[in-house]
């Protein structure tokens, strides 16, 4: 269960991860070279933080379309919502967000004729104020990217359940079809709205003359 509901997380996990490598390489770099933690540390190479952000967010639109699919499938199904801990997301976009950087700054080497970042330099400051801030970032950009993806996705399913509920209207538009009510696709529209919302839906179609 565990493996499986990390690999349905794995878009989320590793957006977040890209985004916060990003950030984080970024905010290191330029603290670093300001020479408040510390003298040689030179890095204003910056080549790769755009298309990493790019790519994340690109990735998370990805996490909320298939956040969206789940909800709708496991309201359906009537399956339970699985629970994870912030600690063990953090965790996995910790490790996925250091591969991230050492990626980007290897990436950032080659493009100006240099080869791979060995060492530490590729953290681009004091190594026990890299990873501080890398983890500090993980965490609080996988609660942000939580939040957001929820949200997103249970808006997008409400509406998908909604357009659902109009798709039951005749074609023609004169008359409805009273026996479509009992159909099982705008019953489950009509539930995974008053779900989403907490409240009973209003009507998806209305009632027959």
Not at 22 to 36: F, H, K, P, R
Not at 116 to 131: I, R
Request: hydrophobic residues 50%; contains cysteine; charged residues 15%.
């Amino acid at each position: 269960m565990l493996r499986r509901s990390c690999i349905s997380r794995l878009p989320l996990l590793l957006a977040t991860a890209i985004v916060a490598a990003a950030l984080g390489d970024a905010c290191v770099e330029t603290i670093a070279n300001s020479g408040v933690i510390g003298r040689g540390y030179a890095d204003n190479n910056h080549l790769s933080v755009v298309p990493a952000l790019v790519a994340g967010v690109c990735l998370l639109l990805i996490a909320v379309v298939v956040r969206c699919i789940q909800l709708l499938r496991r309201t359906r199904e009537r399956k339970p919502r699985p629970v994870t801990s912030p600690i063990f997301d953090a965790a996995c976009v910790y490790a996925l967000q250091l591969a991230a950087l050492f990626a980007m700054e290897t990436i950032e080497r080659i493009t100006y004729g240099g080869t791979v970042a060995f060492g530490s330099a590729w953290l681009g400051g004091p190594v026990w104020f890299s990873l501080l801030t890398h983890a500090s970032l993980a965490y609080l950009c996988i609660l942000v990217a939580v939040r957001f993806t929820h949200s997103a996705a249970n808006r997008c399913a409400v509406l998908v359940a909604i357009a659902l509920g109009f798709f039951l209207i005749d074609p023609a538009g004169a008359t409805l079809r009273a026996a479509r009510r009992n159909d099982a696709a705008f019953l489950h529209a009509e539930r995974f709205c008053v779900r989403s919302t907490g409240e009973r839906a209003p009507p998806c179609l209305p009632a027959p003359i």
